[in-house]
């Protein structure tokens, strides 16, 4: 009962993906003729050969149908699904083995972390659209995509069970994306416009190899922070420090930044202060969310004091922000939220 539990967890959402979204493609009318010819003529259906006709019958060349099939609508939602099935269905083999498992505990954990990893996909699809029709710039939706996804996805974790493995299956969702981002970063072929369009979304260049550098370290900051940290006041504190703090710094120094500090020619008092505001607000919403602190001066002034000192950890750069900045947040929070 429990192997056909995870093989059909595995197999489920590609199946049905693949099965709803091919009659919504353009070529599914031509498609579906033919189906339709071979089952009544006796003869083997092969819908790569449909697919390849129907294309062709576009005025298509064999090498730009091939990629059209290959970057079709189906098959990214197989490709997509299958960065968050894989590690699930992994987990929840582990998790089914266990004769102590809690089913409703698990179905609850295993509808989230799919919720989570569609709300994600969401979100920075809206994002990237939003850049594509110049209604963003790149520098805006790259940051905007720094500072939400984090404490969304942390905002999120209320409603997972309290079971003990809750938190190996939304560590599932970081680890889907770090997986992403990876391939983002190593793929060199042009025709892979997924990921050439993550790694444009994440990297301040385009170049697909600086997706490896923050956008890697953040997602794994993120994965850190879930499998270890599980709702803890240093995982909260971390991200929040890290995402909404250093990438509101970047949006208000780019536009109100211009006195800068003295020692540095890239940082500005603005971006400082929206750093400390932005962390502040994010930590304490999260914290007060979570049940992890009381909203009290008390917790308020020392939210707002980590704020400060994270702020300074960014502005005088000991290295990348990505990892200095939450190791700074979390060891803080260690200390005044002691448990």
Same mark, same amino acid.
């Given at each position: 009962?429990?192997?056909?539990?995870?093989?059909?967890?595995?197999?489920?959402?590609?199946?049905?993906?693949?099965?709803?979204?091919?009659?919504?493609?353009?070529? /599914?009318?031509?498609?579906?003729?033919?189906?339709?010819?071979?089952?009544?003529?006796? /003869?083997?259906?092969?819908?790569?050969?449909?697919?390849?006709?129907?294309?062709?019958?576009?005025?298509?060349?064999?090498? $730009?149908?091939?990629?059209?099939?290959? $970057?079709?609508?189906?098959?990214?939602?197989?490709?997509?699904?299958?960065?968050?099935?894989?590690?699930?269905?992994?987990?929840?083999?582990?998790?089914?083995?266990?004769?102590?498992?809690?089913?409703?505990?698990?179905?609850?954990?295993?509808?989230?972390?799919?919720?989570?990893?569609?709300?994600?996909?969401?979100?920075?699809?809206?994002?990237?659209?939003?850049? &594509?029709?110049?209604?963003?710039?790149?520098? $805006?939706?790259?940051?905007?995509?720094?500072?939400?996804?984090?404490?969304?996805?942390?905002?999120?974790?209320?409603?997972?069970?309290?079971?003990?493995?809750?938190?190996?299956?939304?560590?599932?969702?970081?680890?889907?994306?770090?997986?992403?981002?990876?391939?983002?970063?190593?793929?060199?072929?042009?025709? $892979?416009?997924?990921?050439?369009?993550?790694? %444009?979304?994440?990297?301040?260049?385009?170049?697909?190899?600086?997706?490896?550098?923050?956008?890697?370290?953040?997602?794994?900051?993120?994965?850190?922070?879930?499998?270890?940290?599980?709702?803890?006041?240093?995982?909260?504190?971390?991200?929040?420090?890290?995402?909404?703090?250093?990438?509101?710094?970047?949006?208000?120094?780019?536009?109100?930044?211009?006195?800068?500090?003295?020692?540095?020619?890239?940082?500005?008092?603005?971006?400082?202060?929206?750093?400390?505001?932005?962390?502040? /607000?994010?930590?304490?919403?999260?914290?007060?969310?979570?049940?992890?602190?009381?909203?009290?001066?008390?917790?308020?002034? /020392?939210?707002?004091?980590?704020?400060?000192?994270?702020?300074?950890?960014?502005?005088?750069?000991?290295?990348?922000?990505?990892?200095?900045?939450?190791? %700074?947040?979390?060891?803080? %929070? &260690?200390?005044?939220? %002691?448990?």
């Amino acid at each position: 009962m429990k192997i056909f539990i995870f093989v059909f967890v595995l197999a489920l959402v590609p199946n049905l993906a693949d099965s709803f979204l091919h009659r919504t493609l353009p070529w /599914a009318p031509l498609v579906q003729q033919e189906r339709l010819h071979h089952i009544r003529g006796g /003869a083997s259906f092969d819908p790569y050969t449909s697919r390849h006709v129907a294309l062709s019958a576009k005025g298509k060349s064999a090498t $730009d149908v091939d990629a059209d099939i290959d $970057d079709s609508l189906p098959v990214r939602v197989v490709k997509k699904s299958l960065f968050i099935v894989a590690p699930v269905g992994v987990v929840s083999l582990f998790l089914l083995s266990n004769p102590s498992i809690s089913y409703p505990a698990y179905l609850q954990d295993l509808s989230l972390t799919v919720s989570c990893a569609v709300l994600a996909t969401i979100w920075l699809k809206i994002i990237t659209k939003l850049a &594509s029709s110049s209604l963003l710039s790149s520098s $805006d939706a790259r940051k905007i995509i720094h500072t939400g996804s984090g404490p969304l996805f942390l905002a999120l974790w209320p409603f997972f069970s309290d079971s003990q493995y809750a938190q190996l299956l939304a560590a599932c969702v970081p680890l889907a994306n770090l997986a992403k981002v990876y391939l983002a970063g190593t793929s060199s072929s042009k025709s $892979d416009s997924e990921s050439q369009s993550l790694a %444009a979304a994440v990297s301040r260049s385009g170049q697909a190899s600086e997706a490896l550098g923050g956008p890697f370290i953040y997602t794994l900051v993120l994965l850190v922070c879930t499998g270890v940290f599980w709702r803890s006041a240093p995982a909260v504190i971390a991200v929040s420090q890290m995402a909404a703090g250093d990438g509101v710094a970047d949006l208000a120094g780019r536009r109100w930044g211009a006195a800068k500090w003295p020692f540095s020619e890239s940082k500005s008092y603005a971006g400082s202060l929206a750093f400390v505001l932005a962390a502040w /607000a994010t930590s304490s919403g999260l914290m007060w969310w979570m049940g992890l602190a009381e909203a009290t001066p008390e917790s308020a002034l /020392a939210l707002l004091g980590i704020s400060v000192v994270c702020s300074a950890v960014e502005l005088i750069e000991l290295g990348d922000d990505n990892w200095t900045v939450p190791i %700074a947040g979390a060891a803080m %929070a &260690s200390f005044l939220f %002691a448990s």
